[in-house]
Structure formats: structure tokens, C-alpha cells
């Protein structure tokens, strides 16, 4: 073979080298596929535009023999139960996924499909709490489930349900709800305000109840031991739900909360290698990181301490800690055998969120053996979701359905047994086993989307089904790796996260009335200086399509002894959404959810506007009991 012969085919090779890198992987339909996976998962009575058609109703008497309606939720993973702390955990980083990239999801036609998915959960948690202090955290038991191997649309296994109340708490399950309705409260703040103000409701509910009657959840859902144990305590899911309704509310008291409780709750103290549905300190100090800034107060010193811990999670991804996250030798996160991925898809949600939050201050990350810049942070996110998607020692992509090798022989029932809706013959619940569950051939139908478990610690794997530390699914899996997989598609560029198609302005403060005794009403002279005061600060601006927006943060405080009643306020000057009260005829009062305003205490509500200057603010009406 010739010289010249010999460098074209070197430069052949390397322009395929290039393509290929260049070309990388196709990161929309990986994004496509992983949001379709949790119409798997559903259960109860599927909707007409039910996608994944071998599913079927399921489930359909959850709840029966309690006297509730537990009908809908998601089963956690390969099996038939519906466990309460995943779920919540697996819709609260749904939400998350849309806050920060809404405007990714909507460009890319998957906005709409993840919060379908997000409905599909808070639909069932308010279902779940029927009341202020009783919340339902599991339907089935992993004993009798993980007995039998059926389809969820024919299951005989026990469906009781279990609860958490003011005798039998359960902080972490309440707390780690709250956070989910939090969020999800700003997710549909802008399409559905009546919806939100609902999810908010049951929120500040479930705080309360999580915070005044403390206790680990699996020591009143003893069943839920041997699945999901509790092993963090609850001070994290008490942080975590403080954190998202100060997100969602911008209500002084969870800033207080943080403020005061980041130190003795371990807030500030643990610095972590891991985030997902038990241990969520990492979660709760970036989420914190990102939000405080410039609002610390007198709690400062707290949040920076937050942030310290969080930016050491961040330096311990990249090996950059004193402390560091094992890896594979394939590069991939490792910390247990059973369901790894779970941590890699978390890590790597958390990775991508702070390196725009540092983009977006302009600064690098410092550590301790050495500095990380934004786009090192965001190109270990990238590394982590290229290695699920099949950049790996195997070549295999560990999303189903997903490039050409990818696992057949997932641990899931539905999807490993023929279709209900294919053929309707009893799978009963040990034969299941012998027909379904033995068999060495690919699944009958494609769990599209679902991150299975993955590899080991040598990137070693088995597409066995039997294998359930590797081959099972799950949705906490997915949640987290729908943000990032939108932030990955608009490639290493910034941008303006204030405009995506979910609106993440916070929303009004809602201070909790304290009750007073009922007075006759009582209306000052009009001569007497006003017990109402007003204040209103710019708290944001940006750009779109060469037009600048601003929002404003306008409080109202009543100076008086007495409670405020009977509100109206003119506000005029106004040219964009305004939430937190409620308009009557050319004027607006109160929120939905508040019919008063105690001695001494503020509400907030919040507008946009393309104006400079803020909005024209006038109490015109009042009285104080």
C-alpha cells in the first residue's frame, strides 16, 4: 500500500472521527423518549391521548376499602406499588426540570407532555390528602407485589392503603410533598391560576403538618421499610419543601426557616456525594444557592454556608474536592449497585442548573484542587448523559428504546408481559413467573424512555431480567434527565432561563393570619394618617425580541393593631400579568386563598410590566376590626 493511499484513508477516518463528534447524540429524541416513559408508569384511568397504548386502567379501587379515592399516581418502577416519597420526589424534580428550561421543553413540543406528567401526580397527591394533618403514602405492599409478576391492569395482590397522620407522622413523606405541590404550583401559575393557588393550599398544609408533628414516615408505613427506608431523617425534606415554597410564595417566613434552621438541621453542615429521593441536602443547598442571592439578610452568613456545600458537591463531581464521587473506569458516576443511575441523572440535574447559575454570575467555581469554569460543569453533565445514551466501555445505551443496543429484557411487569389490550387471558400471579418473567427473550412491549439501573462499578452489565439491580426502571430515574437533556440540546450558549413558557416569578407572600377576636368594624377618619402602607422595588429586568420587561414586587403592610378587612386597591399604569390578587370589577382585593390581613403583617403580589417605572399602587377602600 502506498504513502498517499495510506493518508487518504487517515484523513477518511478522521473526518468520520469529526462527523461523528460533531454529530454527538440526538439529544430531542432522547428527551421525546424519556417524557413518554412515565405514561407507562401511570395508573388509574388512562386519558384518550394516552400515548404508550399496551397500558391500560389500573388500579381503579385504590383506595376502596379506606373510604378515599386513591385512583391515578405512578407505580415507582418494575413493579405494581405506588410509594408516596418517590412520587413526590420524582414530580418535584419534574417541576424543577421546567422552571429552569421551560423555554427548551417548549421549543423542542415536550412542554405540554411534561406537565401532563406533573398533573398526573398532583392530581393524585390532593387525592392523597383529604386533609390538613392525614396523608396516604403508599397503596400495595412490596411483600405480596414482589410475590406475584402480573400486568397492573389484572393485579389480585392487596391494594391497602397506608397513612401518615398527627399520630402516626411522617416529616419526610409530608415535607417532600409539600415541596412537589410548591413547585408545581409555579408550573401552572400562568396556564391554570386557580390549579396553582389549589397545589399551593395543599403545600403550606403539608409543611405544617410536616413540621409540627415530626417523625420519620416508615416508622408509621412500616411496609415501606424494606423499599424506601427513610435513612436520612427528615431535616432535609423540612429544608427541601421550605426551600420551593419560599421559591413559590416569596413569603418571608420560609426565608426565616432556612435562615434558622440550616445549621441545626444539617443544611449547612453535610457536604454530600449523592442527591435523590432519600438524601436531598445537595438539592436543598443548590436550590438554595441559586435562590438567595442578594436576600440573605440578616441570614447570610447561613446561605453562604448553603452554598459552600453546594459548590463542594459541585467540585467532588469533577474530582476537584478533597472529597470525591467515585467513577467507573468508563467515567460514570458510581455510588451503589442497585440502580446506580438514579444518582448519575440527579448529579448531573444539579451540575447543569449551577453551571448557568455561574454563567450567569460570571465567575468560576473555586476548589480545593483547583477552579472549574461554567462550561466544565455543563461539559460533565454532558459526559454523564453521552454515557447513558450509549458513550460507554459496552456501547450500550441504558435508555430503552433509544440507538440500537439498549436492554430487552427489562425488570418491569407491564412491559414484560403480552398487552392487556393484545391478549386479555389471566396472567395469574405466580404464572406470571413461570411464562412471562423466565423467559430469555426481549420484552413484548418497549418501555420507551425508561433509564434502567446500569452498570456496575467496572462497567460491566447483564440484560437479564431477572437482574434487577441493573435492568429495573424508574421514574426518579427520569425526572431529573429531562432537565438536563433540555438544557443539552441549546448546546453551550447561554440564556435567559426568565423566559421560558413557564413562568418561574414567584408568587404572592402569604402570611398565615393568627386569629383575632371579632371586633365591629371600624373605618379611620379621613384625616388620620394612613395604617396601610405600600412599598414596590424592581426585582428583575431582561430582554425579548429587543423589548425590555421588568418585574416588580409591590408589599402591602398593615401598620394598624386591628385586622385589615375589606380591601380594594387601585392600581393603574399597568401593562403586563399580575399575580397574587384578585381583580373585582376595576379594582383587586385579596388573593383566593386570604380574606384578611392581621396586625402587623404584609402580603406581597407581584406584576410584569414593559414599563420603567412601576405601576400606580392606591388603597381606595378598607376596614380594620
Known amino acids: 500500500m502506498g504513502s498517499t493511499t495510506t493518508i487518504s484513508i487517515l484523513v477518511l477516518l478522521l473526518l468520520g472521527l469529526v462527523q461523528l463528534a460533531v454529530s454527538g447524540h440526538d439529544y430531542k429524541q432522547a428527551l421525546s423518549k424519556s417524557i413518554l416513559f412515565f405514561e407507562a408508569q401511570r395508573s388509574g384511568h388512562l386519558p384518550p391521548n394516552q400515548r404508550v397504548s399496551w397500558r391500560s386502567h389500573s388500579g381503579l379501587y385504590d383506595g376502596k376499602s379506606s373510604g378515599v379515592d386513591l385512583v391515578g399516581g405512578y407505580y415507582d418502577a418494575g413493579d405494581n406499588v405506588k410509594f408516596g416519597l418517590p412520587m413526590a420526589f420524582t414530580v418535584t424534580t419534574i417541576c424543577w426540570s421546567i422552571i429552569e428550561y421551560g423555554g427548551q421543553l417548549e421549543s423542542n413540543g415536550e412542554l405540554g407532555h411534561a406537565i401532563d406528567a406533573v398533573k398526573w401526580g398532583t392530581d393524585y397527591f390532593i387525592k392523597a390528602h383529604p386533609e390538613p394533618n392525614v396523608l396516604y403514602g403508599e397503596v ?29 407522622p411522617g416529616s419526610d413523606l409530608a415535607g417532600e410533598t409539600a415541596a412537589a405541590m410548591a413547585a408545581a404550583s409555579i408550573v401552572f401559575r400562568r396556564s391554570d391560576p386557580s390549579y396553582s393557588a389549589e397545589l399551593l393550599r395543599h403545600a403550606h398544609q403539608l409543611f ?25 431523617g427528615y431535616n432535609d425534606e423540612l429544608l427541601w419543601a421550605a426551600a420551593w415554597l419560599y421559591q413559590a410564595t416569596n413569603d418571608k417566613y420560609y ?14 453542615g453535610w457536604s454530600m456525594t449523592e ?25 447570610t452568613a447561613v446561605f453562604e454556608r448553603y452554598q ?21 473506569p468508563g467515567g460514570l458516576i458510581f455510588r451503589q449497585s442497585w440502580n446506580n443511575m438514579q444518582f448519575v441523572t440527579s448529579a448531573s440535574f444539579l451540575a447543569a442548573v449551577y453551571s448557568d447559575y455561574l454563567s450567569s454570575s460570571k465567575r468560576d467555581l473555586r476548589c480545593s484542587q483547583g477552579n472549574i469554569s461554567p462550561s466544565q460543569l455543563l461539559d460533565f453533565s454532558r459526559s454523564q448523559v453521552d454515557y447513558i445514551l450509549g458513550d460507554n466501555p459496552r ?4 435508555m430503552v428504546g433509544y440507538g440500537e443496543n439498549y436492554p430487552r429484557q427489562v425488570h418491569h411487569r407491564g412491559s414484560s408481559i403480552v398487552s392487556f389490550n393484545v391478549d386479555q387471558k389471566f396472567v395469574t400471579c405466580r404464572g406470571g413467573y413461570a411464562t412471562w418473567f423466565s423467559r430469555k427473550g426481549s420484552d413484548p412491549n418497549v418501555l420507551t424512555g425508561a433509564i434502567v439501573g446500569g452498570p456496575d462499578a467496572y462497567d460491566n452489565f447483564a440484560d437479564q431480567r431477572d ?42 407572600v402569604i402570611n398565615k393570619p393568627a386569629p383575632v377576636p371579632k371586633k365591629k368594624p371600624t373605618t379611620p377618619p379621613a384625616s388620620s394618617p394612613s395604617p396601610i402602607t405600600i412599598s414596590q422595588k424592581m426585582t428583575h429586568s431582561w430582554k425579548n ?25 387601585l392600581i393603574t399604569k399597568l401593562y403586563g400579568p399580575i399575580w397574587g390578587v384578585t381583580k373585582t370589577g376595576t379594582s383587586f382585593t385579596f388573593p383566593s386563598w386570604m380574606q384578611s390581613l392581621p396586625a402587623g403583617k404584609s402580603m406581597e403580589f407581584v406584576y410584569i410590566h414593559s414599563a420603567a417605572s412601576p405601576a400606580d399602587v392606591l388603597v381606595s377602600n378598607y376596614s380594620l376590626e
Request: proline share 4%; with cysteine.
Open 395 to 398: 456501547a450500550t445505551s441504558y
Open 545 to 569: 425580541e429587543g423589548k425590555v420587561y421588568y418585574r416588580y414586587s409591590t408589599t402591602l403592610t398593615n401598620r394598624s393593631t386591628k385586622t385589615l378587612k375589606n380591601l380594594k386597591i
Open 140 to 168: 400495595g405492599d412490596g411483600k405480596s407485589d414482589h410475590y406475584c409478576w402480573q400486568r397492573p391492569e389484572e393485579m389480585t395482590t392487596d391494594r391497602k392503603a397506608y397513612k401518615i397522620d398527627r399520630n402516626n
Open 275 to 299: 442527591f435523590g429521593w432519600d438524601v436531598k441536602y445537595a438539592g436543598v443547598q443548590t436550590l438554595v444557592a441559586v435562590l438567595m442571592q442578594g436576600k440573605g439578610g440578616e441570614h
Open 467 to 508: 437482574n434487577y439491580e441493573q435492568t429495573e426502571p424508574a421514574t426518579y430515574n427520569n425526572a431529573p434527565l429531562l432537565g438536563v437533556l433540555a438544557r443539552l440540546i441549546s448546546g453551550s450558549t447561554g440564556f435567559d432561563q426568565l423566559l421560558p413558557g413557564v413562568s418561574p416569578t414567584p408568587s404572592p
Open 208 to 232: 405544617e403538618f410536616a413540621d409540627k408533628y415530626r417523625g420519620k414516615y416508615d416508622s408509621s408505613i412500616t411496609v415501606a421499610q424494606k423499599y424506601y427506608r427513610s435513612v436520612s
Open 255 to 268: 426565608l426565616d426557616y432556612l435562615g434558622k434552621n440550616g445549621d441545626s438541621m444539617g443544611g449547612t
Open 308 to 328: 459552600q456545600k453546594a459548590e463542594q458537591f459541585m467540585c467532588s463531581l469533577l474530582g476537584k474536592s478533597t472529597k470525591n464521587i467515585k467513577k467507573t
